[in-house]
């Protein structure tokens, strides 16, 4: 389970992750990005466990230009394998 929590800093919109990004939660946080006017950053410092579509999906969004914050060094490794992979 995915919970989210919302932090606006100056014109920036941050949210906060915690648990698991995988399944539904990664529509459901889709959606939140694509409604959002500002630009959008991802905080990771309490992810937990990430799968591959939940890594595939940040990829992308750092590839659209939203930026992870605090992500563990095993999802970053990750998402940088991805990167390599397209």
């Keep these: 389970m995915l919970k989210i929590r919302m932090s606006i800093q100056g014109d920036l919109t941050i949210f906060i992750l915690s648990g698991r990004i995988e399944g539904e939660s990664i529509s459901e946080l889709e959606n939140l990005i ?3 006017k500002r630009p959008v950053a991802l905080d ?4 937990t466990l990430a799968g591959l579509a ?3 999906f940040l990829a992308r969004c750092e590839q659209t230009g939203i930026k992870i914050q605090n992500c563990p060094a095993y999802i970053r490794e990750w998402i940088s394998r991805e990167y390599g992979a397209s």
């Design 44 to 47: 990771l410092g309490e992810v």
């Design 54 to 56: 939940g890594v595939r």
């Design 34 to 36: 694509n409604a959002e």
